[in-house]
């Protein structure tokens, strides 16, 4: 996902698809630990975008606790 694409979500979206994507990984994560997967690069770029759905969640609880 784009940043963009991540300013766009409501902060109930956000959450939902962080718990998703989270999910995924889990799922992603066990598969590999199994057996090799297909493409390892996903587990990273799920993390990366699981961080940036978090940091953007972050952000907007503090500005929240600002305002």
């Given at each position: 996902?784009?940043?963009?694409?991540?300013k766009?979500?409501?902060?109930?979206?956000?959450?939902?698809?962080?718990?998703?994507?989270?999910?995924?990984?889990?799922?992603?994560?066990?598969?590999?630990?199994?057996t090799?997967?297909?493409?390892?690069?996903?587990?990273?770029?799920?993390?990366?975008?699981i961080?940036?759905?978090?940091?953007?969640?972050?952000?907007?609880?503090?500005?929240?606790?600002?305002?």
């Amino acid at each position: 996902m784009k940043s963009a694409e991540i300013k766009e979500l409501s902060v109930a979206d956000l959450k939902e698809k962080i718990e998703e994507l989270q999910e995924q990984h889990a799922k992603l994560n066990l598969a590999h630990s199994v057996t090799q997967l297909e493409n390892p690069v996903q587990l990273r770029a799920n993390r990366k975008v699981i961080a940036r759905l978090k940091t953007e969640l972050r952000g907007r609880e503090l500005a929240e606790a600002k305002a």
